[in-house]
Nanobody
Framework: QLQACGGGLVQAGGSLTLSCVAS????????TAWFRQAPGKEREFVAA????????LYTDSVKGRFTISRDNTKNTVYLRMNSLKPEDTAGYYC???????????????????WGQGTEVTVSS
């Protein structure tokens, strides 16, 4: 089970940190990712981290502003979001899955486990 939290209302230019805690399973050997979905839009990939190697991947629109990281001891993955923009407004979902090849990292159907989502609203 994945539990996401940390969303909220923030002004443009502000920051938030999302957390995703895994219970009942360890995230080692998993790819863990954040996706987001705005009203009326498809779910889109935001960032991912390969747990064992620690390598990261970002969608272009958040590069340089968002940072994904993980804490092995807490079985938790974080998404630090800086310089937030109104277009970042969405529900943010964490996801995890084993044995996801690099080319499939951005595809939602690659992930077996999903958190319930946390809302991020950025006001202009």
């Amino acid at each position: 089970q994945l539990q996401a939290c940390g969303g909220g209302l923030v002004q443009a230019g502000g920051s938030l940190t999302l957390s995703c805690v895994a219970s009942g399973r360890t995230l080692s050997r998993y790819v863990t990712a954040w996706f987001r979905q705005a009203p009326g839009k498809e779910r889109e990939f935001v960032a991912a981290v390969r747990w064992s190697a620690g390598t990261t991947l970002y969608t272009d629109s958040v590069k340089g502003r968002f940072t994904i990281s993980r804490d092995n001891t807490k079985n938790t993955v974080y998404l630090r979001m800086n310089s937030l923009k109104p277009e970042d407004t969405a529900g943010y979902y964490c996801a995890a899955g084993p044995r996801i090849i690099l080319s499939m990292t951005r595809v939602p159907s690659s992930y077996h486990y999903w958190g319930q989502g946390t809302e991020v609203t950025v006001s202009s």
